[in-house]
């Protein structure tokens, strides 16, 4: 495994693309069954009468626009800095694959308790690869 710690952000929002295609493949149909204007979306709570499987799906899009720019951010500055190796790697692709469970997860069993350890352990990855930055620095 190389030291490439870009692929796996690219691979991230590429997840993040998927789940925003998903969002809107469950939504909108959701919108037409209950009856609701777009515009109406424009409010707040306007949209918390959809069924729970169309506010999860939206909930994990919202989701990986949250921690997961603390993921970016590492990683460019780990490639930036020359701090990117093999293990830096592996937490990166790590990080992703949490971060696609924790999707699955939300999506469609929406588990509150499995959704919390995995994103504990996204953290803890996360923690790991700032904590390395900063000793190498």
């Known amino acids: ?3 490439d710690v870009l692929t796996p952000m690219l691979a991230l929002a590429s ?12 939504r909108i149909p ?19 009468s ?4 169309a506010r999860q799906v939206a909930d994990n899009y919202n989701h990986l626009h949250e921690q ?6 590492l990683m460019v500055y780990s490639h930036l800095a020359g701090t990117a190796d093999v ?17 699955l997860v ?8 499995v959704r919390f350890l995995l994103f504990a352990t996204g953290s803890i990855m996360l923690v790991i ?5 900063i000793l190498v620095a």
């Open 1 to 3: 495994m190389t030291s």
């Open 15 to 26: 997840w993040t693309l998927f789940m925003w295609v998903w969002m809107y493949a469950t």
């Open 30 to 48: 959701a919108m037409k069954t209950a009856g609701i204007d777009p515009q109406d979306a424009a409010h707040p709570g306007a949209l918390n």
């Open 50 to 53: 959809l069924p729970a499987k």
């Open 68 to 73: 997961p720019t603390i993921f970016y951010a």
């Open 87 to 103: 293990l830096m790697a592996q937490l990166a692709w790590g990080y992703v694959g949490i971060r696609v469970l924790h999707s």
């Open 106 to 113: 939300q999506a469609t069993i929406n588990r509150v308790l």
């Open 129 to 133: 690869v700032a904590a390395r930055n």
